[in-house]
């Protein structure tokens, strides 16, 4: 069986470079950490500042993980990857009562609904050492 390792978001910073933000993601309990490039929207859904809650894609993440429940389906966990172009993909696990579903979705899209979740996202150890 393959090691998940949970994954947390660092920080964002600015690419001086390319331009734009990145989220910095790293694997709790290790070094390993890579950069998610991203555009200033979602940036901010990322924010800790408590004035960026209702004005930002979480606010979306929210109703999302809200209607989610109202369903009775819980987001059992959201596993990230990144493929051999550098792309980051989430592949959501539900769960419900009528069963369980994996839904694919951008790997940021995917970080953020975790966050609105409560739950830390996973990788596989072997793609975390490969993407850092």
């Avoid at 001086?16 to 390993?32: N, S």
């Avoid at 109202?70 to 059992?76: H, K, L, P």
């Avoid at 009528?98 to 899209?109: C, K, M, N, Q, V």
């Amino acid at each position: 069986m393959e090691e998940l390792v949970p994954l947390v978001v660092h920080g964002i910073s600015w690419s001086r470079r390319h331009g734009h933000p990145i989220v910095l993601l790293r694997g709790r309990g290790t070094d390993a950490w890579f950069a998610v490039a991203t555009d200033p929207e979602m940036a901010q859904a990322f924010s800790t500042c408590p004035c960026t809650r209702d004005r930002s894609l979480r606010r979306l993440a929210s109703l999302v993980h809200q209607l989610l429940g109202a369903a009775r389906a819980v987001v059992e966990a959201v596993m990230l990857d990144v493929d051999d172009q550098g792309i980051l993909s989430a592949e959501i696990v539900l769960a419900s009562p009528s069963g369980a579903a994996r839904i694919t979705a951008a790997g940021l899209d995917g970080l953020l609904l975790a966050t609105a979740c409560g739950i830390d996202p996973v990788m596989r150890r072997q793609r975390l050492e490969t993407v850092t």
